[in-house]
Structures are given as C-alpha cells and as structure tokens.
C-alpha cells in the first residue's frame, strides 16, 4: 500500500468556486454506516470525525486527510451535497 495518499485531494482542499467543492460537514456512506468529518472551530487545522452516532474524536489535519483516503479504499463514498430545487415559473 503506497504511503504517497498525502499528495491526494480531499474535500476540504478544494476552495469556493472550484468546480469539486462541496461544504462542510462531508459525509463518507458505505451501506447503512456514515462518518462525518467537519473542521474544528475552536481549534483552528483540526477536524472532528464522527461515525453514525458514537463518541466524535479530535483529529490533526494529517490524520484526517490519511483517514479519509483510508476509508475510500475501504469502500466509502463522499456524499454529493443536495441540489435545491428551484422554483417553477
């Protein structure tokens, strides 16, 4: 298994206007299991990751960015935000 996944992208990367960005929190499903990783507003390049409704853990951004890639080789797939219907004319 490479150790070079530092190098991939993850959400969290991309700014607004890009066209992969997507906001916070993102959200990994594999079958009836999600993990849901958002920043951490008190403590400013860390993140919290939190699966389905256990205890939410406090990790560093390499962490976080090696889980992430982990849990996409494990079969997980990011979440694509909900479009908001417009309305009819």
Same mark, same amino acid.
């Given at each position: 298994m490479p150790?070079?996944?530092k190098s991939g992208l993850?959400?969290?990367?991309y700014k607004v206007g890009d066209n992969n960005y997507q906001?916070?929190?993102w959200i990994l499903k594999k079958?009836?299991?999600y993990i849901t990783i958002e920043k951490n507003s008190t403590n400013r390049g860390n993140f919290y =990751? *939190?699966?389905d409704d256990e205890k939410r853990?406090?990790?560093s951004a390499l962490q976080t960015r090696?889980?992430?890639?982990?849990?996409?080789e494990f079969?997980?797939? =990011? *979440?694509k935000p909900k479009k908001k219907k417009q309305p009819s004319k």
């Open positions: 150790l070079n996944k993850v959400p969290w990367d906001k916070e929190p079958g009836k299991e =990751l *939190q699966k853990l406090s990790l090696l889980t992430y890639h982990q849990l996409i079969g997980y797939k =990011l *979440q």
